[in-house]
Antibody, heavy 120, light 110 residues
Framework: QVQLVQSGAEVKKPGASVTVSCKAS????????MHWVRQAPGQGLEWMGR????????NYAQKFQGRVTMTRDTSTSTAYMEMSRLRSDDTAVYYC?????????????WGQGTMVTVSS | QSVLTQPPSASGTPGQRVTISCSGS????????VSWYQQLPGTAPKLLIY???QRPSGVPDRFSGSKSGTSASLAISGLQSEDEADYYC???????????FGGGTKLTVL
């Protein structure tokens, strides 16, 4: 079945970097964009950006430009999201999500989420 | 401050019909399709509605969506206790060149 499996929880100090992985299975990895969405504790969903898993072209939300890098490895069907210069307000659950086959504007496949805690 | 505006809370009793609104602008809802998500505590969001009013396979027909101009709404009829969750609208924004979400609505079943 189609699924996205993310890497485990991370605890980082302010100023450090973190990389979250998202391994896809059950579909043609290069046929879809992979999006990243985060959710701070008790807060709403926030779109971070996307990567074209075929070409590697990325689009980032303005808020994250210069601090987030999205990459992918087609040989392992894995997408990565790296965030640098972490701050306490980056503490959140980070999700990868794939758009539906029937709509490029809707996410029907989500990873289980990766909790990133930034604390000194 | 979210680009799309939703009421922070909504409530209803079992069997009732509840609607949740989502307000945007010409650059987002006005020019693109809207999707809706249900999020239960501690879980990833689940797609409820896509393309304004379409339901993915497996989503009960108690859930329906609509869009008019720069606003959209989600309706839940025959409210059930298991519908108690957070609900988010989302769409693409042509000006921001990215996806935008509403701030979320916490639905309480009384």
């Amino acid at each position: 079945q189609v699924q996205l499996v993310q890497s485990g929880a991370e605890v980082k100090k302010p100023g450090a970097s973190v990389t979250v992985s998202c391994k896809a299975s059950g579909y043609t990895f290069t046929g879809y964009y992979m999006h990243w969405v985060r959710q701070a504790p008790g807060q709403g969903l926030e779109w971070m950006g996307r990567i074209n898993c075929n070409t590697g072209v990325t689009n980032y939300a303005q808020k994250f430009q210069g601090r987030v890098t999205m990459t992918r490895d087609t040989s392992t069907s894995t997408a990565y999201m790296e965030m640098s210069r972490l701050r306490s307000d980056d503490t959140a659950v980070y999700y990868c999500a794939r758009v539906a086959e029937y709509s490029t504007n809707a996410f029907n496949i989500w990873g289980q989420g990766t909790m990133v805690t930034v604390s000194s | 401050q979210s680009v799309l505006t939703q009421p922070p809370s909504a409530s209803g009793t079992p069997g009732q019909r509840v609607t949740i609104s989502c307000s945007g602008s010409r650059s987002n809802i006005g020019g693109n399709t809207v999707s809706w998500y249900q999020q239960l505590p501690g879980t990833a969001p689940k797609l409820l509605i896509y393309s304004n009013n379409q339901r993915p396979s497996g989503v009960p027909d108690r859930f329906s969506g609509s869009k008019s101009g720069t606003s959209a709404s989600l309706a839940i009829s025959g409210l059930q206790s298991e519908d108690e969750a957070d609900y988010y609208c989302a769409t693409w924004d042509d000006s921001l060149v990215g996806c935008v979400f509403g701030g979320g609505t916490k639905l309480t079943v009384l």
